[in-house]
């Protein structure tokens, strides 16, 4: 069974610096896509950013950017020139990319994170 | 504007009781899913649903009960078998296949009193 780890409860960041959230997960299949989520305080879940594992090219999303190492099942996010509107819970994903498992997406226990002005 | 609309946002139960959470969406989607979220466990999935009329269990299913029977709608009953009911519930759909993510509902926080 797949697993999505975040070791980092909470972190903090000063507003307009640069912070990285952690993420790795567990998987022997080599077609998956992953995903990082974001929640804030309103608790509407909001896509942030997606990779498919087929493709080496790190993912980008204006300030955001992923570092996908595939080797070592690591999904880290990089989110830069933090805003105060950034705070949120953030959560990794992991989906699989065979049909018969329903689409299913694995989440990780989340990281709250805190811009502070 | 299409989206999916959970309700009630906020629902208290007495022990005993089932509840039903309501989840309807107009986005055309195949696929539907309800999630658990508690502090520090992330999201948990319940049950989810590939087409019309078929559903299966997800990581957490005892204590609920769900049904599709048309491509709009995926209730969610919290059963009094379900011992720890309290939680924020979310609704989910994506289009089958394409893989692109999911889109949220903005979640019913039941509270059993």
New interface residues.
Partial sequence: AQT?T?SQ?EMSVQEAETVTLSCTYDTSESNY?L?W?KQPP????I?VI?QEAYKQQNATENRFSVNFQKAAKSFSLKISDSQLGDTAMY?CAF?S?I?NQ?????????TELSVKP | DGGITQSPKYLFRKEGQNVTLSCEQNLNHDAMYWYRQDPGQGLRLIYYSQIVNDFQKGDIAEGYSVSREKKESFPLTVTSAQKNPTAFYLCASSMDRVLKGYTFGSGTRLTVV
Avoid at chain 1, 42 to 45: D, G, V
Avoid at chain 1, 103 to 110: D, N, P
Wanted: a positive charge.
């Fill in positions: 999505v975040q409860p896509y995903f989520y309103s608790r509407q879940m896509l997606r959560f989906m990319g049909y329903g689409g299913k997406l694995i989440f990780g226990q989340g």
